[in-house]
């Protein structure tokens, strides 16, 4: 574990939370996990706006929307944000196609690179050297010469008809040396 003197920042990452519709509640281990972060990000399909709402309550929340959000998420969060933090860039989307016939395109194969390459792509195209993003519903981070790219997890399940079996969240550290 890093030690307390050299944390900068301490970012809390959540995505997928697709509330009230797949989620009823947060889950209490949230506030445990999140108390104390400097800042909430979150990933897209939210749910109702009152997810964002209650989150604000352990820090300040900056969040996109994705690509099951309700019509008022998908009207008042935008399709992604560039969020500096200590001089460094960082990319929050959900990181779906915003054209439904292109992210159903997508969904024929399981490739897993030409998804993580576009994300790899917009992240550099903003100079951001971090990207924070939902969508897969998988824990994951990769770390390339220039880019770090996180996907938290998820809350929900990614339809209705399955179960999320882990619900993870990520907190992002940033270091007094700049780096994530």
């Known amino acids: 574990m890093l030690p307390a003197e050299r944390v900068r ?20 281990t949230i506030f445990l996990i999140f108390q104390g972060v400097d800042l909430l990000l979150h990933a897209g399909d939210v749910g109702k706006l ?9 820090a300040p929340v900056i969040a996109v929307h994705g690509n099951d959000d309700t019509p008022e998420a998908q009207r008042e969060l935008p399709y992604q944000q560039v969020i ?12 779906h196609f915003s054209d439904r016939v292109d992210e159903l395109y997508t969904r024929r194969h399981d490739e897993f690179t030409p998804q993580l390459e576009r994300s790899l792509a917009r992240a550099r195209r903003c100079g951001a050297r971090v990207v924070v993003f939902g969508h897969w519903h998988i824990p ?11 996907n938290p997890g998820a809350l929900a399940s990614g339809n209705a008809y399955t179960r999320q079996l882990r619900q993870t969240v990520a907190l992002l550290f940033w270091r007094d040396d700049g780096v994530p």
Do not use: E, K, N
């Open 140 to 150: 994951f981070v990769y770390q390339t010469d220039d880019v770090m790219v996180i």
């Open 50 to 58: 009152t997810v964002l709402d209650q989150l604000s309550t352990l």
């Open 9 to 28: 920042a301490c970012i809390g990452l959540i995505s997928d939370t697709h509330m009230p519709q797949r989620l009823a509640i947060l889950p209490p």
């Open 84 to 95: 500096t933090c200590h001089g460094q860039r960082i990319l929050l989307w959900h990181s």
